[in-house]
């Protein structure tokens, strides 16, 4: 990939003044660098994006559901390029770049299928007023700016490009700084598959390009991925032009686990939620509600399950997690482990950054964490995990729900009925019942309270693409 940006149809060299270093985090050292597009350039995609909305919103549901399958398609084609460079530029061991790559094909899959359904949306609504038709349209939202974080970069990016495209929709894509290689396959796959230009652009570069792009004018929509605290930019920009904003925004959800439930399969769902792509996810259930009678036996093999696990490069077969992303995610992290100690938490695993060259650090495990503890309130992003413990179901609740963020939950249990009951009553988008990061197509993302506005992924995810019209008629 020698140039950067995929601006109508074309290829082109960044011509901001900000230099992107793409680092190996298994290394700590950068292996490629990119200038940052300019402000002119995110001008020159958002009116490339105007260009072509007219042709594109006027396509036939049958032919972007064609294009779209052929994004699956040529996604599986670049198989092993994507996952080496998701292992290289994310630190992602081999197994979870390959669910990352095959969760973005089937949503492309997915968005294909429902493409194909939307003429059936189009339809007669029944008046119970006599002398009028009524029929609903539903019609693409426009052009539409894509800022995305780079934790999952393909799987983010899929899961707002497909339901945009087949909704009608033009889009400008702004992958991270961080890792802003990978997106750049949509721009292959979109010249491979002949998908007219303009229909999709990529602008890399930093926080001033993310910013060029959300202020733009000519946008229609926004949807933003990322952190809380540039989310509300985001949103304030939405707001000064008065136009949507969807948000996907952080998280500090909890796995409850219940004196019934099997020790060893919560030991693997707890690992799992804390210990995925090294903690970097926003769905991490990074706090541990345990109830008393089981804590006891829980905890040591909690302890010794992560001791256990093997941290390494990606690139070793061994490695169970990788390291953290970027050194700036390595350094947060370390202010966390200092701040444990600043108030005298108790460390049961971990507590450290390793010294390996690149930016690991241990899985962590702090128990009996004072409810005002920063690190059971704040999002984290990392492998740390913050236990505490619970008598009673009312109190499990509460405790999970008093927090400003509302993305997802874990329940753990036996008793089924149980489970359904948390699970209704947690203040949050989605709740897995002894399962751990199950994310499907068909069900939908996103969270409650500060965890964001707006749902991804189901219908829903298409219908954030879709603006509603009604043409009523009057028979007289
Ligand atoms: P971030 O907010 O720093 O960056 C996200 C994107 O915004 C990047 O592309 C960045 O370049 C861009 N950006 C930065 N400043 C900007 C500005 N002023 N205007 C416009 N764009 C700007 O987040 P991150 O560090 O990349 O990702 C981690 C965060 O993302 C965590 O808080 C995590 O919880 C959240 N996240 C949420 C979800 C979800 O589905 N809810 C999924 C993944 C990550």
């Given at each position: 990939m020698t140039t950067s940006h995929y601006i109508a149809g074309r290829w082109v060299d960044g011509q901001g003044s900000e230099c992107i270093s793409v680092n190996d985090p298994a290394l700590g050292q950068p292996f490629a660098e990119l200038m940052a597009a300019s402000a002119e350039q995110v001008d020159q995609a958002v009116a490339a994006a105007r260009a072509a909305l007219p042709a594109w919103k006027c396509t036939s549901a049958g032919e972007r559901a064609a294009y779209l399958r052929g994004f699956a398609e040529q996604l599986g084609q670049r198989r092993e390029a994507l996952v080496t460079l998701q292992m290289r530029n994310n630190g992602k061991p081999r197994h979870e770049a390959e669910v990352d790559l095959d969760d973005a094909i089937a949503t492309f899959g997915y968005y294909a299928e429902l493409a194909e359904q939307?003429?059936?949306?189009n339809r007669d609504v029944p008046l119970a007023a006599p002398g009028f038709t009524a029929r609903t349209r539903l019609e693409p939202v426009g052009v539409v700016g894509l800022i995305v974080p780079w934790n999952f970069p393909l799987v983010t990016s899929a899961w707002k490009l497909a339901p945009a495209l087949a909704a009608g929709c033009t889009v400008v894509l702004k992958p991270s700084e961080v890792t802003p290689l990978c997106e750049l396959a949509y721009g292959q796959i979109a010249d491979t598959l002949g998908l007219p230009a303009g229909v999709l652009n990529i602008v890399n570069g930093k926080a001033e390009t993310g910013a060029a792009l959300s202020n733009h004018n000519g946008l229609d929509k926004l949807s933003f991925t990322g952190s809380n605290n540039v989310g509300s930019q985001v949103m304030r920009s939405a707001a000064a032009q008065c136009r949507p904003v969807t948000l996907e925004l952080g998280g500090k959800s909890a796995i409850l686990v219940f004196d019934d439930c099997d020790v060893d399969a919560a030991v693997q769902w707890i690992v799992a939620g804390i210990c995925w792509n090294a903690g970097q996810m926003c769905s991490a259930t990074s706090r541990l509600l345990v109830q008393d009678g089981i804590a006891d036996a829980l905890l040591p093999r909690l302890q010794a399950a992560l001791e256990n696990l093997r941290v390494g490069s990606p690139l070793s077969e061994e490695a169970d997690m990788g390291p953290l992303t970027s050194q700036a995610q390595w350094l947060r992290v370390a202010g966390y482990f200092a701040t444990a100690r600043e108030e005298g938490l108790q460390c049961l695993v971990g507590g450290k950054v390793l010294d390996r060259g690149g930016w690991f650090v241990s899985p962590t495990l702090y128990a009996d964490v004072p409810e005002g503890s920063r690190l059971w309130n704040e999002e984290i992003f990392g492998p740390v995990l913050c236990a505490r413990r619970f008598a009673s179901e009312q109190q499990a609740i509460a405790e999970a729900n008093d927090s400003r963020f509302g993305l997802v939950a874990t329940v753990c249990t036996t008793d089924l009925a149980r489970a359904e009951r948390v699970a209704d009553a947690l203040e949050v988008g989605h709740v897995w019942i002894n399962s751990v990061q199950a994310v499907f197509v068909e069900t939908s993302w996103g969270g409650t309270k500060g965890s964001g506005i707006g749902r991804e992924l189901g219908p829903w995810g298409l219908s954030g693409y879709q603006s509603v019209k009604h043409v009523t008629r009057c028979l007289g």
């Open positions: 939307l003429p059936g949306q």
